[in-house]
T-cell receptor
Framework: RKEVEQDPGPFNVPEGATVAFNCTYS??????FFWYRQDCRKEPKLLMS???SGNEDGRFTAQLNRASQYISLLIRDSKLSDSATYLC???????????FGTGTRLTVIP | EAGVVQSPRYKIIEKKQPVAFWCNPI?????LYWYRQNLGQGPELLIR????????DSQLPKDRFSAERLKGVDSTLKIQPAELGDSAVYLC??????????????FGPGTRLTVL
């Protein structure tokens, strides 16, 4: 089983829509999680950190469900500029390294 | 403040040739990471340094890959000889300290390697 699994999409949504991505992780001892955003042919950049049950930043909400070992990212009122790949990241392995999911590709359509 | 710097940005080589990538982390960042990202996949860790010590190189294919971080600042990643399957984007990242589970990682722009 992979350390982190997420639906690769693609998700195509109209402007103004609400979209949610889910991600599951395998290491039940993990304490901190991250969502990174990666634009086409660019490097990943941190979008949000999740240390407890959830985190909210403007239109973006990240939630953590430890019992089911999944993390979600909710984007409200989607903008064209939200089009990107969203990478779910969780610690794992004996060395406490970060494992990245395959990424979920989002396209916001005018 | 300058971000993580990588060079070259692009590299095209023939198989069996050697290649090297260079990374300069953000000033003051003790932890440095090398990742490989294949098309349609997330980054996969190759090696992690704490200062000049490689604390995790379990995913580094040691038969052909090597890395060093002399003086605990800049780092180089080398492949010799390169194979077709090595074509990917090689990302360098750095963080202040405290371990990868707690610290924000800042990525460089990557080196896009094409092996012909």
């Amino acid at each position: 089983r992979k350390e982190v699994e997420q639906d690769p999409g693609p998700f195509n949504v109209p402007e103004g829509a609400t979209v949610a991505f889910n991600c599951t992780y395998s290491n039940s001892a993990s304490q901190s999680f991250f969502w990174y955003r990666q634009d086409c042919r660019k490097e990943p950049k941190l979008l949000m950190s999740v240390y407890s049950s959830g985190n909210e930043d403007g239109r973006f909400t990240a939630q953590l469900n430890r019992a089911s070992q999944y993390i979600s990212l909710l984007i409200r009122d989607s903008k064209l500029s939200d089009s990107a790949t969203y990478l779910c990241v969780a610690p794992g392995g004996g060395a406490n390294n970060l494992f990245f999911g395959t990424g979920t590709r989002l396209t916001v359509i005018p | 403040e300058a971000g993580v710097v990588q060079s070259p940005r692009y590299k095209i080589i023939e198989k069996k040739q050697p290649v090297a990538f260079w990374c300069n982390p953000i000033s003051g960042h003790n932890t440095l990471y090398w990742y490989r990202q294949n098309l349609g996949q997330g980054p996969e860790l190759l090696i992690r340094y704490e200062n000049e010590e490689a604390v995790d190189d379990s995913q580094l294919p040691k038969d052909r890959f090597s890395a060093e971080r002399l003086k605990g600042v800049d780092s180089t990643l080398k492949i010799q000889p390169a194979e077709l399957g090595d074509s990917a984007v090689y990302l360098c990242a750095s963080s202040l300290a405290g371990g990868p589970g707690t610290d924000t990682q800042y990525f460089g722009p990557g080196t896009r390697l094409t092996v012909l």
